[in-house]
């Protein structure tokens, strides 16, 4: 409006875990199982909120890791397997994306020093590279990718060219991308640009 800035009803809500969960669920899967092919026993992994990370506990419980989690979908299907040793980053439950945040998420994960961490995003674009939805998650990602000595983002292509609310990386603190599909056009451009590999499951 005119001298001022007025909020637009319909804009943009982030869908429940559960409708996530089931959007490109054996894509999803498929790049999970992959990002698992990078573990190794004994690493120290971070595994991200996000409806692709939660599904690594399928093709992890078998190796001998330890993981640090603020997802809850993780942490609930991680109680059968006994032998995955899993520490809870605890803090303020967001029902949205079913993570863990706030400044006590963020005083534990300082303690820890990271193999590895698994990240999920809400959509990369050339011009603002890895993004995320909710501020909140946004600063425990930024943390958990300083703490770690390789970082993996596992996102699939119906992300690629979307941007969300909050840069929380460069491409360039990538390792490697895990998707179904090589990206194209300036985002492929951007990716090459840094030091990511792009890794197709």
Request: hydrophobic share 40%; proline share 2%.
């Amino acid at each position: 409006t005119y001298g001022g800035v007025r909020v637009i009803k319909d804009n943009f809500v982030l869908p429940s875990f559960g409708d996530r969960t089931v959007q490109n669920l054996d894509i999803k899967k498929r790049i999970a199982r992959t990002a698992c092919n990078y573990v190794r026993d004994g690493d120290i992994i971070f595994i991200d909120s996000g409806t692709t990370t939660c599904h690594m506990v399928e093709w992890l419980h078998n190796k001998q890791v330890t993981v640090l989690t603020n997802n809850l979908e993780f942490l609930i299907q991680a109680v059968p397997y006994t032998g995955l040793q899993v520490f809870s980053l605890s803090g303020e439950l967001d029902r949205t994306t079913l993570s863990f945040t706030g400044p006590h998420t963020l005083e534990v994960l300082k303690s820890y020093n990271i193999s590895k961490a698994f990240m999920a995003a809400t959509g990369i674009s050339a011009h603002a590279e890895v993004t995320n939805t909710v501020p909140a998650e946004s600063a425990v990602k930024q943390l958990a990718i300083a703490r770690s000595q390789e970082v993996y983002l596992l996102l699939d292509s119906s992300k690629f060219n979307q941007t969300s609310m909050v840069t929380y990386s460069a491409f360039d603190n990538i390792n490697a991308l895990i998707t179904d599909k090589k990206p194209s056009g300036d985002l492929l451009a951007a990716i090459q640009k840094s030091r990511a590999e792009v890794v197709i499951a």
